[in-house]
T-cell receptor, first 114, second 113 residues
Framework: EAGVVQSPRYKIIEKKQPVAFWCNPI?????LYWYRQNLGQGPELLIR????????DSQLPKDRFSAERLKGVDSTLKIQPAELGDSAVYLC????????????FGPGTRLTVL | GQQLNQSPQSMFIQEGEDVSMNCTSS?????WLWYKQDPGEGPVLLIA?????ELTSNGRLTAQFGITRKDSFLNISASIPSDVGIYFC?????????????FGEGTQLTVNP
């Protein structure tokens, strides 16, 4: 069974530019998560989807961050415009459906904002 | 929000030694989880603990859910070079975080052959 797929793996942009990350969860997993992991820290949840619905986006900086999960499968996380402080690893994870189910993480996208 | 204090921040050990790391919180969680993250990869779940006082093993790994529900520890016995990585604790089902996972800052483990 394929794991969580993320692309790109690395992205370098200049500040004020837009950037987008893509995630394909494990087949059959209804719940999808986006996390941000700053250097030397643990992941922090940005948004959680159950199917197409964003059920927890309280920690998503909505002034510049947006996300969508059309058709309840793939998801895209966008930052516009990017700031220097957005440099981090953006991790996608998925789980079957219950919030207590194991979350399987993708390899992440390492973003560097110059 | 809830904060997890994980210690030590880093450990340098010789192959074959046992390792212990722990995690404490100022408030309770209903579930404690331990993850390992290799460079360039996402975290992988090692052990999940669902009940206060629970002691669970997974091969050379043993973890315990503290009685107060505010702490957990992870032990690795007879370490080997592939144990190298960053170990994260995570709490779930907290008083303020609900179902959201709250991660510690990680313990960087280095194993010298």
């Amino acid at each position: 069974e394929a794991g969580v797929v993320q692309s790109p793996r690395y992205k370098i942009i200049e500040k004020k530019q837009p950037v987008a990350f893509w995630c394909n969860p494990i087949s059959g997993h209804n719940t999808l998560y986006w996390y941000r992991q700053n250097l030397g820290q643990g992941p922090e949840l940005l948004i959680r989807y159950e199917n197409e619905e964003a059920v927890d986006d309280s920690q998503l900086p909505k002034d510049r961050f947006s996300a969508e999960r059309l058709k309840g499968v793939d998801s895209t996380l966008k930052i516009q415009p990017a700031e220097l402080g957005d440099s981090a690893v953006y991790l996608c994870a998925s789980s079957r459906g219950q919030t207590t189910d194991t979350q399987y993480f993708g390899p992440g996208t390492r973003l560097t904002v110059l | 929000g809830q904060q997890l204090n994980q210690s030590p921040q880093s450990m340098f050990i010789q192959e074959g030694e046992d390792v212990s790391m722990n995690c404490t919180s100022s408030s309770i969680f209903n579930t404690w989880l331990w993850y390992k993250q290799d460079p360039g990869e996402g975290p992988v779940l090692l052990i999940a603990l669902y009940k206060a006082g629970e002691l669970t093993s997974n091969g050379r790994l043993t973890a315990q859910f503290g009685i107060t529900r505010k702490d957990s520890f992870l032990n690795i016995s007879a370490s080997i070079p592939s144990d190298v990585g960053i170990y994260f604790c995570a709490g779930q089902g907290g008083e303020t975080s609900g179902s959201r996972l709250t991660f510690g800052e990680g313990t960087q483990l280095t194993v010298n052959p």
